[in-house]
Nanobody, 128 residues
C-alpha cells in the first residue's frame, strides 16, 4: 500500500527550528519524487521543496531558500524538511507528497496537481 506519514510539527517560537519527517512506503521511497508543501487556510498548497526519487538532487523554493532544506534517510525510508529561523508567517499545515510519474521527468515538479499521494498533514505554528 502506497502511503506517506508525516510527523514533527508543533508549536515553536520565532527563530526556532523544526524538522518534519515523512516516512514513505518502500515503493514510493524507491520510485517517486517526494515534495513538501504547506497550506494556509483557504489557499492552494505551496511548493516548498522536493527530492528526486534517486536522491541525487533536491529543489528548494525561492521563498524559503536559505532557511529550509531537504534530506533523506534511506534506511528509514524517510524524507526530512529541516526548517530553521522559523517565522510567524510559516504557520501552516505541512504536507509531503509523492509524484508517481517522477521517472518521466529529469527535474522535480512543483505543481501540487502533479503529486498523486499525500500524507495526512502536520500543523506547524510559530509564535512571535
Amino acid at each position: 500500500q502506497k502511503q506517506l506519514v508525516e510527523s514533527g510539527g508543533g508549536l515553536v517560537q520565532a527563530g526556532a527550528s523544526l524538522r518534519l519527517s515523512c516516512t514513505a512506503s518502500e515503493d514510493i521511497f524507491n520510485n517517486f519524487d517526494v515534495g513538501w508543501f504547506r497550506q494556509y487556510p483557504g489557499k492552494d498548497r505551496e511548493f516548498l521543496g522536493g527530492i528526486k526519487w534517486s536522491g541525487d538532487s533536491t529543489k528548494i523554493a525561492t521563498a524559503v531558500k536559505g532557511r529550509f532544506a531537504i534530506s533523506r534517510d534511506i534506511a528509514k525510508k524517510t524524507v526530512y524538511l529541516q526548517m530553521n529561523n522559523l517565522k510567524p508567517e510559516d504557520t501552516a499545515v505541512y504536507y509531503c507528497a509523492a509524484d508517481e510519474n517522477s521517472r518521466r521527468y529529469t527535474s522535480i515538479r512543483v505543481d501540487e496537481r502533479s503529486f498523486e499521494f499525500w500524507g495526512q498533514g502536520t500543523q506547524v505554528t510559530v509564535s512571535s
